[in-house]
T-cell receptor, first 109, second 115 residues
Framework: EDQVTQSPEALRLQEGESSSLNCSYT??????LFWYRQDPGKGPEFLFT???AGEEKEKERLKATLTKKESFLHITAPKPEDSATYLC??????????FGTGTRLKVLA | ETGVTQSPTHLIKTRGQQVTLRCSSQ?????VSWYQQALGQGPQFIFQ???????GRGNFPPRFSGLQFPNYSSELNVNALELDDSALYLC??????????????FGAGSRLTVL
């Protein structure tokens, strides 16, 4: 069965304290690994897509990496505005995205 | 460029009632999918519509149904509401093909509470 598991469930960081979020996946016919950011009361907002092991993408303080079984979202020197829930999703086949339960990140000033 | 808009934003229903949720897709997007997000959980795929046809469905019963209109807007209908249907319902649009076809653009959701 297709599955995406994220850890930790919640993470509290001090401003400037770098860390990584983990996404383990088992998705048949994987057609991309996606990272989204979700703020309270809003829909998920697209961050990155990764397609093959070894691929990396960066955006401001965020960097996403992909292996054959896991993806990591590295947050370098986070700021309070980076506080959100980060969702990982694997695309199975042509239309179905399997989401993890997310990591709730809180960055303290 | 307008994003994905959903209505209503919040609604309360009682068990057994029916509900219709609406979604306007992002300009230029011809594919719409619906997701259910329970509190503290990730979104769960309900179904996808492409060119007015359902072309994929998740593990949801038939009382969850939908429509896509010629302008690519969409509706989600849920009959015989149950307490467990309480959730945030997210609509996402995307391009059906070409660069960027994989990226989902989500609306802010419709928060449904079933009493």
């Amino acid at each position: 069965e297709d599955q995406v598991t994220q850890s930790p469930e919640a993470l509290r960081l001090q401003e400037g304290e770098s860390s990584s979020l983990n996404c383990s996946y088992t998705v048949s016919g994987l057609r991309g690994l996606f990272w989204y950011r979700q703020d309270p009361g809003k829909g998920p907002e697209f961050l990155f897509t990764l397609y093959s092991a070894g691929e990396e993408k960066e955006k401001e303080r965020l960097k996403a990496t992909l292996t054959k079984k896991e993806s990591f979202l590295h947050i370098t020197a986070p700021k309070p505005e980076d506080s959100a829930t980060y969702l990982c999703a694997g695309k199975s086949g042509t239309y179905k995205y399997i989401f993890g339960t997310g990591t709730r990140l809180k960055v303290l000033a | 460029e307008t994003g994905v808009t959903q209505s209503p934003t919040h609604l309360i229903k009682t068990r057994g009632q029916q509900v219709t949720l609406r979604c306007s897709s992002q300009s230029g997007h011809n594919t719409v999918s619906w997701y259910q997000q329970a509190l503290g959980q990730g979104p769960q795929f309900i179904f996808q519509y492409y060119r007015e046809e359902e072309n994929g469905r998740g593990n949801f019963p038939p009382r969850f149904s939908g429509l896509q209109f010629p302008n690519y807007s969409s509706e989600l209908n849920v009959n015989a509401l149950e307490l467990d249907d309480s959730a945030l319902y997210l609509c996402a649009s995307s391009l059906g093909e070409g660069p960027g076809a994989n990226v989902l653009t989500f609306g802010a959701g419709s928060r449904l509470t079933v009493l």
